[in-house]
Structure formats: C-alpha cells, structure tokens
C-alpha cells in the first residue's frame, strides 16, 4: 500500500550525486579508502574528537569488526540490552559468544544498568551499550563498571549520530563504537556505517581487518614494499559512491538536525498538551493523530511518549497494551499514514529460542512491554512538505 504519510523519506541534501559525478570523473577511484572517505573520517575526527574512523558497509559490519577486534573466543560472554536491533547480538554470536540479555529501564527502552553486574561471571568478555533514539544509556557507569571488572565497552551508536551526554559526543566513551548511516538514519547514504576506535591499542589491527585481513593500507601509505594477509577480516570498505553520497548530507548535517528538533519538539508540544501552537507540523496532521488515538484510548492522556531528547531521531508513543497500539495503527494506515513498532525483544527470538534455549525462557518484563506498546511516528525532514500535499494545506 501507497502511504500519503510514509514512516520515513531518505533525504536528499542536494549535491549528492554532484560528489558521485566527481568521484566517477575527476578522482577517477569509486573502491573504498579514497579521497570521500578520509574527508568524511576526518569530518567526524575532528567534530567529535574520536580517535580514528573507519567508514564501512554498515553498522553491523562496524559491530563485526569490534567482534573480530575483541578476539572473542568461543563460549565467551557479552552482555547486551534485549530491545536492540538483532546486529547488537549477532556480530558477537557469530564468533561464538554466548549473548547475554539485560531488560530496559522501566521507563525507557535503554538498559538498565543496575541488572548488569550481577550477570557478570569468569567468561564475560565485553558490555554493549544502546543508545535507543539516540539518547544516551547509562553509558558512564557502565564504563565504571566495564573498569572494575575489565571488561570491554562497545558502544553500538548507530541511531547517536551527533548526540551527547553533557558535552560528550556519544560514540566517544567506549573502547569502540559503531555507527550507522542506513537511509533511516538521520544522516545516511543508503546503506553505510563506521567502527569508531576510542582506544590507540585497536588502531593498527582494525586497519588490517577493515582491508580484508591485509596489511594494504601500510602499501598504499608507501611503508612497505609488498602487501599480505596478515590477520583475520573482511570486506569492510565503504564504496567512495556512497562516502561521496555521505559528504553531500554531513556538510547538511545541523540543518538535518534542526529540522528534526522542529518536528520532535511539535509532536512533544501537541501529545503533552502544553503548547498547541504548531507552527511546523500542519494542525490538521496532529488533530488527525489526536483524534485517531481518542477513538481508540478514549483518554488521550493514558497513552505516554517519548519525552528524552537525544539527537531527534525518532519519537514515539506508548499504549497500555498491543491491541490499542494496533487499532491506532490501523486507524491511521486508513488515514494514509504509516507508524511502525519496533523491534522484537531479542530473548523472545526464534534464533535464541533454538540457540540458549534457557535466555529464551527469561523473563525481562520492560523489554517485553517496549516491544509490545510502543509506536513509532513519521519523524523526517520533508514530513511537511508531503503533508501539505496529500492533506492539501498550504505551508
Ligand atoms: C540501525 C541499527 C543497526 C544496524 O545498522 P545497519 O547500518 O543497517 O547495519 C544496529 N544497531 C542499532 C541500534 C540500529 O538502530
């Protein structure tokens, strides 16, 4: 079905494909490691004070590179929060971790951080942090604990693009962090990602396993005559096609934020009640969500939402049960508007069900209620636009 709202539009900042064309003509190199990508590298560097970036194919190869990294051997443990996407867990798994899952908070979908350590034991290897909607997770005192226990920290900011705690970019605090820049993403080019190494002992090994376990990087550079296969890795490389596509939205990236702090702020604004003067979101748009819930909850101010602030990258309201949640999304999908859930508690998933058949037997009740009440409005920066049109409302 053809929405006239959809759940998200990839944005186009405008020279994407002028950077393409450059790639292609001028720099005459679209394989990855080129010119687009130390220019996007140094861009997040500099502007976030990581130690060193590596562009790759996503955020789940990000994930397997910190995997690989970490030496994960077989049998070991890593603890990760259930109401993640399934690439959290499943970098780890595939290098035969045994994945440990901690519930959310009561109130939001991030970890709980006083439920970890008593899960920590002799073969707990690494903790891997969330930040849901890109608000940051208790990510401070899991480091405390990841010190105390000497563990590693792995933070998986793939929706944390320029969110902090205080004046601390997310992605900054762990070892290692991983981000994401798949078209749903505030920042994207399709699908892309990036392992971020916080910690100088990585650097040399990550740039090994980014170049499919080869020491070419060290060739190119010009300090070895020859190059060779000289530990594990893979086809990590980001394309300079999308890093190129990359470059046209990072030098849009505060105005990418902007406007999504314009919508975050106007659906806070009308769901709380306090401020019904949308100037951003046409009026008629919100009434028809408000009036839609009304039919299904009766009381509007049963059903709670998203009142963190990260870097906006997405908004969301929470139903007392599953079936308000799919009556409202039925009501609106009659409306032409898509709202999404999101994810499956992992412990509940058939791969775990098979695989630690006793995690699946656990109970993590907030989890469990995030993946069953919570629903995801259309948050992205041509929402009005398109509003405008299909509602026929003049901006
Ligand atoms: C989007 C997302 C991923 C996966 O990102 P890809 O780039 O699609 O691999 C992983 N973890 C979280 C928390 C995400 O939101």
Wanted: net charge negative; glycine share 6%.
């Amino acid at each position: 079905m053809d929405y006239a709202i959809p759940f998200n539009k990839p944005f186009l900042a405008g020279n994407e494909f002028a950077y393409i064309q450059d790639a292609a003509e001028n720099l005459g190199k679209l394989s990855g490691n080129g010119y687009y990508t130390n220019k996007c590298q140094n861009f997040f560097e500099e502007r976030y004070g990581f130690l060193r970036c590596f562009l790759t194919t996503s955020c789940t190869d990000a994930l397997e590179m910190a995997a690989i990294l970490l030496d994960i051997q077989e049998g070991e443990e890593v603890i990760v929060p259930s109401f993640t996407f399934v690439s959290t867990a499943n970098a780890f798994a595939l290098r035969g971790a045994k994945i440990i899952f901690v519930d959310s908070q009561e109130g939001f979908p991030n970890l709980e951080v006083s439920k970890i350590e008593s899960m920590i034991t002799q073969k707990t290897k690494a903790i891997v942090a969330v930040h849901y909607a890109g608000v940051a997770c208790p990510i401070l005192e899991m480091k405390a604990l990841a010190e105390k226990h000497d563990l590693y920290l792995i933070e998986d900011a793939a929706q944390a693009i320029n969110s902090f705690l205080e004046d601390q970019p997310l992605g900054s605090i762990g070892h290692l962090s991983t981000f994401s820049f798949h078209e749903t993403k505030n920042i994207h080019c399709g699908e892309g990602g990036m392992l971020v190494v916080n910690d100088p002992r990585f650097i040399q090994r990550a740039e090994f396993i980014w170049e499919k376990g080869t020491n070419r990087s060290a060739f190119f550079r010009g300090e070895i005559d020859k190059y060779s296969w000289v530990d594990l890795g893979s086809s990590f490389l980001l394309s300079e096609i999308n890093v190129a596509f990359l470059w046209a939205q990072l030098e849009k990236l505060d105005e990418i934020q902007a406007r999504r702090k314009q919508i975050w702020e106007d659906y806070q604004n009308w769901f709380s009640g306090e401020k019904r003067d949308p100037v951003l979101l046409p009026k008629v748009y919100l009434e028809l969500l408000e009036t839609s819930l009304k039919e299904v909850v009766g009381d509007v101010s049963k059903v709670s939402f998203q009142k963190d602030e990260g870097n906006f990258h997405l908004f969301y309201l929470l139903f007392e049960n599953a079936d308000q949640r799919q009556t409202y999304i039925e009501q609106l999908r009659r409306k032409g508007i898509l709202a999404v859930f999101h994810y499956q508690s992992l412990h509940k998933s058939a791969f775990i069900a098979q695989a630690q058949p006793e995690s699946f037997q656990q109970s993590l009740p907030n989890a469990e209620k995030f993946s069953d009440c919570l629903l995801r409005l259309p948050l992205f920066y041509d929402l009005p636009k398109e509003i405008s049109k299909e509602f026929g409302i003049k901006n």
